[in-house]
């Protein structure tokens, strides 16, 4: 698998190539350098299979790194390419014109996390909440306590038994 | 069901339930109000229990032929085939599954409840007839269980449906459930069962907390 | 008489036009495990459009996970899939594994492959015979679900409870096999063995059970990587692939098996494919019981789980379940929370991409077993 990290570092600006596990590959790469450089692995590597695509939010940073996995069934490795955007104005290029069932994906991530797809068909569609008029759940910012709390009605009662909480309250009152 | 009440959710009626005008076969125009003119717009009423050896006889008919709804709404539903089948036989205490909510009499909700699914299970529950009665299994009915600070599942069944009997656990087993089912025969036979006539009294209150969770509310207020 | 596609292959109506009617096949069905709803456009008896509805069981597992400690992911994260649990117990516990450079002892993995395969038994003896409910009959599920009843009093004498174990855990297993499991496991493998040859008779030979599945829903050769399709379903149109043998995982690799394929890829060919998944998972759990070491430690040292902290990471784990691939995507930050895990289940694309176009120019009467081939299962949709 190194002789392709090589030849991808001599076409491609990537960087923190990690390898996680025997035979997978984690590279982080810039967002607009993005779709040529999966069609280049598609076409001419092999990596015809999409196995996940989805976001994590690191918000002390102030982005959204989005992660695409790539398969080659072939030479059973797998690649995983990390792209980071903007959080305030979230938009990516969409991918659903080199595997079908990417629209799924980036319906669910335009719900969950705000990410816009523009050109992806369907995308605006509801998938998993009806008549949900907050913000993206998904979201570091969302606290999903406090709005079960104040929907739902909790019933009252519910105390914590963790011994070490009782202890620190029983040797240290003040604190 | 006012006309106020439904302009606040006519942005969310599907096209054919709004107020519209339709053009009849001999090219006349005619104003329809689907909320109003299909549906029945009426409240449902009150059914006193009767007395004496009566009821009692009535409620041995209904505590031995409990058919119940075959609606699986949560995980709690994987321990309901077990049930019917030759190990843990229901059938011998009378109690079937039937298809639709028109010809059953018990609502299981087998665990938590999302918000798509409790609209739809309104619709259901409204649509059986009386005698109707709720079992609800597992903790997630009692007090939102595991899923108690997920921002789509609700805490507390008995503020949007009527419940009569709960069985604990997580899930509860075919025998347990077997236990409950013989529970709500004595409730019922005892005359402790009347969860169908305290929703239609508080009805208000439930229709209100079923609104704030519900925001798209886009069906009759009552449904018959 | 049908009408034109548009650019994406999806038929162009026209809705005001008296001839169609919009069904919904609602909530509730038989046969599948869960809730999903489909929106049928139908012209007389044929489908001319369908778009699939999830989100009823639809709980925020992704949101929860990043409030739990890692040790308390685990009974949450094994109700994703509700028939066959211990597969996303032993994705956790590999992906915790991995990140945090555990090595696990060989027994310890002799035992998870045991119970994977004991889960795999479970699922199928209630999803072959009840693949024919679906054409309304209804005697071969009954059977099959006694059968099944066997194999969890097995997972009762073993783990305690008899859906959710929670018995593979980081660093091992909880405990090892008590005395005189393997008799009793062998007795019942006999007799599942004996009762799938009452199947073959009753519904494999029967002539109307293949009229009504042969034909029907076949999926093209050209539709498996576009679509991300695995397990069984790849493998009824003669595509190699089990993560089992291509990825070998535990102790696999010392395992004798082969590929279970068929060529016609219709819902015949998949009903066969699970069928011949049953005979190499009998084999393969008399294979396990043969080869296993007699003793052994069952887990190795970890930390206090209570306050781990998991060094930064991620990584990929994947399982092969009844039904097709099970990837996790796991990222650690350092704290004691997870960053983010996420689950994708093998109906994630079988159920809302693949169904909406194979059911097209379908009969009504065809949707309930064209989904069950697919064994679509809506929890892993919509977590």
Known sequence: MNELIDHIKARFPIYDVIESQPGQIFVSLEASKLIPMITSLKTNHGFTVLVIFTAVDWIEDDKFQITYVLNNPKEKQDLGIRVFIHRDDATMESIHHLWKHAATFQRELKEMFGIDFPGSPGVDDPFLLEGWDNIPPMRRDFDTKKYSEETYFPRPGRETNDPATFMKQTLYPDD | MSEKKQTEHDKFLAPENRKHTVIGPDGEEIQVDPLNDYFCTDLPKVEAPYKGVLEKFLNWARAESLWVLSYGTGCGSIELPPLFSPRFDAYRFGVAMRPTPRQSGVLIISGYLAVKTLKRVIRSYEQMQNPKYVIALGSCTINGGMYWDSYNTINRLDHYLPVDVYIAGCMPRPEAILAGFNKLKERIKSGNAEGANEYIEKLEWYKANQKKIIKDWNMPSYNW | ?383
């Open chain 3, 1 to 383: 008489m049908f009408p034109e596609a548009d650019e994406q292959g999806m038929p162009v109506l026209d809705l005001d036009s008296q001839k169609y009617i919009k069904i919904w096949q609602g909530p509730n069905h038989p046969g599948v495990t869960g809730n999903m709803s489909l929106e049928l456009t139908i012209s007389g008896d044929e489908i001319m459009h369908a778009k699939t509805h999830v989100g009823y069981l639809h709980r925020g597992f992704e949101k929860l996970f990043e409030r739990r400690r890692y040790i308390q992911c685990f009974p949450t994260c094994i109700r994703m899939c509700v028939p066959e649990p211990d597969i996303n117990e032993y994705n956790l516990a590999r992906g915790t594994e991995l990140l945090a450079g555990i090595d696990v002892p060989p027994m310890a993995d002799w035992i998870r492959m045991l119970v994977l395969e004991m889960a795999r038994l479970q699922v199928l003896l209630r999803m072959v015979p009840g693949q024919a409910g679906t054409i309304g009959l209804g005697l071969g599920a009954q059977w099959g679900l006694y059968y099944r009843e066997l194999i969890l009093d097995r997972f009762e004498e073993l783990t305690g409870g008899r859906i959710y174990h929670m018995y593979i855990l980081p660093g091992g297993v909880r405990g090892l096999l008590p005395d005189g499991f393997k008799d009793r496991l062998e007795d019942n493998l006999k007799k599942v063995e004996s009762f799938m040859k009452d199947i073959d008779r009753l519904i494999y030979s029967n002539a109307v059970f293949k009229k009504r599945t042969k034909g029907i829903g076949i999926i093209p050769n050209d539709w498996i990587e576009p679509y991300g399709i695995t397990g069984p379903v790849a493998r009824a149109a003669g595509y190699q692939t089990d993560i089992r043998l291509d990825y070998p995982y535990l102790f696999y690799n010392q395992l004798e098996f082969d590929y279970n394929l068929e060529h016609e890829s219709d819902v015949f060919a998949r009903f066969r494919v699970r069928r011949k998944d049953v005979d190499t998972t009998v084999d393969l759990l008399r294979q396990i019981m043969a080869k296993m070491p007699d003793k052994g430690d069952f887990k190795a040292e970890t930390p206090n789980v209570l306050h781990w902290k998991v060094p930064k990471g991620e990584t990929i784990v994947r399982c092969e379940s009844s039904r097709g691939e099970y990837t996790f995507y796991m990222v650690a930050d350092g704290s004691m929370y997870p960053r983010r895990i996420n689950l994708r289940g093998p109906s994630y694309t079988h159920a809302v991409a693949v169904l909406e176009k194979l059911l097209i120019n379908a009969n009504i009467s065809d949707v309930s077993p064209i989904m069950v081939s697919l064994a679509t299962c809506p929890p892993e949709i919509e977590r």
